[in-house]
């Protein structure tokens, strides 16, 4: 019975996840993108975790703090050194919670959007970021993270809605 509790609570956490990352994608404002798109990688980051996604479960979380600091940087070094630590993080992270070829699914996804979150602008930031919603969405079907599967696939849809409309 404990199984199918902590099963349902990672569902549960994951359906309150779809709401905040459907909320970031349709947001025009790079700055309230991040935000919210912070705030869903904790709850996505809880999930995973829920359901034994050791490196989902780190990359994820960690996300968070990368999101709402590639932001803030204006020097262009510090921007290069944080974004360098965020990869190396990354890398060591999935080396630490491997568990087989699926960690490289969200070791990409995490560095690719990594990248594009320091060093692109909002059209083309989000349009990289696709690249890591694809490798999220196979990690989803991996794991049968439902809920975040949901998520991903609409939040495709609404970024290319929102980058369609974007200058």
């Not at 700055?31 to 798109?37: C, D, G, I, L, T």
């Not at 049968?144 to 980058?163: C, Y």
Request: aromatic residues 14%; positive net charge; glycine residues 4%.
């Amino acid at each position: 019975m404990p199984d199918q509790l902590v099963f349902w609570l990672a569902y549960g956490i994951g359906a309150v996840g779809i709401a905040v990352e459907w909320r970031s994608y349709v947001l025009y404002d790079a700055s309230a993108f991040r935000r919210w798109s912070a705030a869903g990688a904790v709850l996505w980051g809880f999930m995973y975790l829920l359901l034994g996604a050791w490196t989902a479960a780190l990359t994820m979380s960690c996300t968070a703090a990368r999101t709402l600091v590639s932001g803030l940087l204006t020097s262009p070094t510090r921007k290069h050194v944080i974004a360098a630590s965020f990869v190396a993080a990354f890398i060591a992270m999935t080396v630490f919670s491997w568990q087989g070829p699926v960690s490289l699914l969200p070791a990409f996804a995490v560095i690719n959007t990594t990248l594009a979150l320091f060093y692109l602008e909002n059209r083309s930031m989000r349009i990289l970021m696709i690249a890591s919603s694809i490798a999220w969405i196979i990690n989803d079907i991996i794991w049968q993270a439902w809920p975040a599967l949901l998520a991903e696939s609409v939040a495709v849809l609404l970024n290319l809605r929102t980058i369609s409309r974007l200058k």
